[in-house]
């Protein structure tokens, strides 16, 4: 395949004392007693390990908020269940259509993010609720 790395933007991370990023999903490992391997025998008496430690995948949820932010679809205010979160902005170039259509243009950008995030272990957390 003659596959060539950049230096520049290759980082090789250890996993378990630090997040690594990739395409926009922070990797971690964790692990409830570092090093330890559980041995057993399972159903056909063979004897089995089985590693302690976890793979997380999260969502990086304080920078999609910054990115909705920054492209103006949602800003930081009250809001009826929490006190302070972030709340839907109108898109003025929107108002020229339906009220229909106009709540489905946001619904699909919400969508797209929690379909790209689908897999995560902090999903629950990227409900917006306003």
Wanted: charged fraction near 25%.
């Amino acid at each position: 395949m003659n596959l060539e790395l950049s230096e520049e933007k290759t980082l090789i991370t250890n996993a378990g004392k630090s997040k690594a990023k990739f395409l926009g999903v922070e990797i971690s490992r964790t692990s409830s007693v570092k090093g330890e391997i559980k041995s057993f025998r399972n159903s056909l008496g063979h004897k089995q390990r089985i590693p302690t430690t976890a793979t997380i995948l999260n969502a990086p949820i304080k920078k999609l908020l910054e990115k909705l932010v920054e492209r103006k679809i949602m800003v930081w205010g009250k809001t009826k269940r929490n006190g302070i979160g972030i709340v839907p902005q109108p898109i003025l170039s929107l108002t020229v259509l339906p009220v229909p259509d106009i709540i489905i243009r946001y619904k699909m950008i919400l969508n797209g993010i929690f379909n790209y995030y689908s897999f995560v272990n902090n999903r629950p957390r990227l409900v917006v609720v306003y």
